[in-house]
């Protein structure tokens, strides 16, 4: 299957929007040694587009002179121990900004990420805790370094990361089978050696493997397996033999009746921008700016090896420099345009992910049907959707973030989470109590998964105002005589200290997004909604890291006014932090929310109690919402789909498999016809 099309152009000047590309970034990096004359030991932390303002964007994006072009780059300085923020200004080639950011670690990055696992392994008293566990070739251990969130003992001041320990028994086996517990070891990474190793306990090693590839599957005499792959599963083809329906022009898309700008940056991997829907001729915004805003996951085992896992990992790795290069037919199938993505390596030079995000169309089964069983005609829509995703590996775990946009108008966001979990260790026989054994002596801990998305909305304009809309029994009386009436009542969350809320599936609670000022032609104002997923709120109590550092996902909504520098949920550096940033503190101002430019902040969490089954690989698990409109437009939105071609297969006994193609009925007599004939005879 072709990957590229002759409708995919790509110009000259990008969108202003359009992410940072190679040679971007190289001049960058080039214009800042030149001008602040860079020590060698300033590490570029990440490098990405400075977004021109919202203002300017919508009053000449797409003509006339381009926009300014610019650079937000964050530096750290080891020999300061500082953090920097500077803005380059790739138009005029000039450093426009430079700012010292105090008490503050910014995100891991890769190259720490591999250091810390040379000089774990090259510590003495980590060997020796090693050697108590029968462990002598060390060039088999596996150390993930988890973000080091922050102890009562840790010494202030010190960039710090704390790596785990894992055992492979050969090259490629799952290391996260064999858990060392009760190893916590403690790394400065501006000195680049460890400063602390702490053994609570021998636990044995789980001896049963747990690999998933099966060329190394072996039986418990370590002999192969000889699995095999189920023989019963037949090819599924995807084609589009006229072509896509979407065309790309850089990385600005247009599918359907739906336009928008595909970005990326490299904390947050995936984002949309202006996304809006051409309604009768004219283009109707509904989001500016749609990304995933943060990533928080907290463990709920009180055991030394595990109460350290609370991380950000949006802000404290960076989502968008973990993307994997997607594959044809394995993780996007069908005629597929792949966008890559740039990055940057910690001397400032670009590093490109190629196939980094996928797009493709899928099949959405029905759209809309009805049969009027009088006339015995029928009309059905199959629906369809553009699908916009990408996958991240954050250590033990693949994240893939998946954006939809459909034919009826609805969008809708999902994370599909799989990988391997972060396993812990207990004697065989042995139950443990905070999470669930997955083979013997070995356990999946209880841990939670947060995700906040910000939406700064646009619906028909720049002025939107927020609703809170439940469901309400009538008491009984005069309105409701025999019980049966209910409505809905509308809440206008006026204010950044009212728009604070959380679900309520039992009132069938939604968010309304309304432009007051454009009506449809009912005299409705037109809005979208925003509908929940399945949910959950955080188990940690105050006191707890999570309650300290990751406030947001107390809450399930928030509203702010739209201020440019308000972008991640738990503040701009959530490393090592030790009180709440983000939300908490964008909220202070409290803000007037009515006939406003207005960001909506979603949060959703994944609760996972760990079953057998998701060992030793996860089944695909979901969390995430919807979008719908409500009133943005005069009807169904997808009525003009059109009628498909009609389309059966036959069995192999010579039977039609389709009902559409196989029936019993002379040409012309319907099913109605051949009833009403039998009740008059």
């Not at 587009?49 to 780059?73: C, D, H, M």
């Not at 359907?256 to 921008?273: A, D, I, T």
């Not at 009768?280 to 709920?300: D, K, N, Q």
């Amino acid at each position: 299957m072709a990957v590229q099309y002759p409708d995919v152009r790509t110009t000259t000047d990008p969108h202003p929007l359009e992410p940072l590309r190679a040679e971007e970034i190289s001049r960058t990096s080039a214009i800042l040694r030149e001008q602040r004359e860079l020590g060698p030991r300033v590490r570029f932390v990440s490098v990405a587009l400075q977004e021109p303002p919202k203002r300017e964007v919508l009053n000449g994006s797409g003509a006339g002179t381009p926009l300014e072009r610019a650079a937000f780059v964050v530096l750290y300085d080891r020999d300061a121990q500082q953090t920097i923020e500077t803005v380059v200004s790739l138009s005029a080639g000039v450093v426009t900004s430079w700012r010292v950011v105090e008490g503050v670690q910014p995100g891991v990055m890769l190259e720490e990420f591999f250091a810390t696992e040379e000089i774990t392994r090259a510590d003495p008293r980590w060997q020796e805790a090693m050697r108590k566990r029968g462990v002598t070739d060390f060039s088999l251990a596996m150390i993930d370094p988890w973000a080091a969130g922050y102890d009562i003992e840790d010494p202030l001041g010190r960039r710090l990361i704390r790596p785990l320990t894992f055992v492979r028994s050969r090259e490629d086996d799952n290391g996260y089978a064999r858990p060392v517990e009760g190893l916590v070891v403690l790394v400065d990474l501006d000195l680049m050696q460890v400063i602390d190793v702490r053994d609570y306990g021998l636990v044995p090693l789980p001896e049963k493997a747990g690999n998933y590839m099966p060329e190394l599957m072996f039986d418990d005499d370590n002999r192969p397996a000889h699995t095999h792959s189920r023989d019963d599963v037949r090819p599924i083809e995807i084609t589009q033999p006229e072509g896509r329906s979407f065309t790309v022009d850089g990385h600005a898309v247009s599918w359907q009746k739906w336009r928008l700008v595909v970005g990326y940056s490299p904390r947050e991997g995936l984002v949309l921008h202006q996304v809006g829907y051409e309604d009768r001729g004219r283009l109707r915004p509904v989001v500016y700016r749609a990304s995933l805003s943060e990533m928080y996951i907290p463990y709920a085992d009180p055991a030394p090896t595990h109460r350290i896992k609370n991380v950000f990992d949006e802000g404290e790795y960076g989502v968008g420099l973990l993307l994997n290069p997607l594959q044809l037919g394995c993780d996007c199938l069908g005629e597929i345009h792949y966008f890559d993505a740039v990055a940057n390596d910690q001397d400032g030079e670009p590093v490109t992910i190629p196939n980094a995000i996928c797009m493709h169309e899928e099949d959405y089964g029905v759209g809309w049907k009805h049969t009027d069983f009088r006339t015995e005609k029928m009309e059905v829509r199959r629906s369809r959707r553009l699908v916009i995703s990408c996958f991240a590996t954050v250590g033990n775990y693949e994240y893939g973030f998946f954006w939809y946009l459909y034919t009826d108008g609805t969008i809708q966001f999902e994370v599909k989470l799989t990988g391997v979990i972060s396993t812990g260790a207990v004697p065989v026989g042995e139950q443990p109590r905070f999470g669930t054994l997955v083979a013997p002596g070995l356990y999946g801990p209880h841990h939670q998964h947060f995700f906040n998305v910000r939406l700064d909305m646009q619906v028909d304009g720049e002025r939107n105002s927020v609703y809170e809309v439940d469901a309400a029994a009538l008491p009984p009386g005069a309105d409701n005589p025999y019980g049966n009436a209910w409505v809905t009542q509308k809440t206008l969350l006026g204010r950044e200290s009212e728009a604070q809320r959380l679900i309520n599936p039992f009132v069938a609670r939604t968010w309304q997004i309304v432009n007051p000022s454009s009506v449809n032609e009912l005299g409705q104002p037109a809005g979208y909604k925003l509908m929940p997923g399945d949910n959950v709120l955080p188990l940690q109590q105050e006191g707890s890291q999570a309650y300290d550092r990751a406030q947001f996902a107390y809450k399930h909504l928030w509203v702010t006014r739209y201020e440019p520098g308000e972008l991640f949920a738990a503040g701009n550096y959530p490393n090592q932090s030790q009180s709440p940033g983000g939300l908490p503190e964008y909220v202070k101002a409290d803000r007037s929310l009515e006939d406003t430019d207005v960001v909506v902040w979603y949060s959703f969490g994944a609760h996972h109690v760990v079953r057998p089954e998701d060992w030793p690989v996860m089944p695909v698990s979901y969390a995430g919402f919807h979008l719908k409109p409500v009133g943005f437009f005069d009807g169904n939105p997808a009525l003009d789909m059109p009628r498909s071609a009609p389309a059966c297969h036959t069995d192999d006994d010579g039977h039609g498999g389709d009902a559409s193609c196989h029936s019993e009925m002379s040409p012309g007599e319907t099913v109605g016809e051949s009833a009403r004939e039998q009740v008059a005879e």
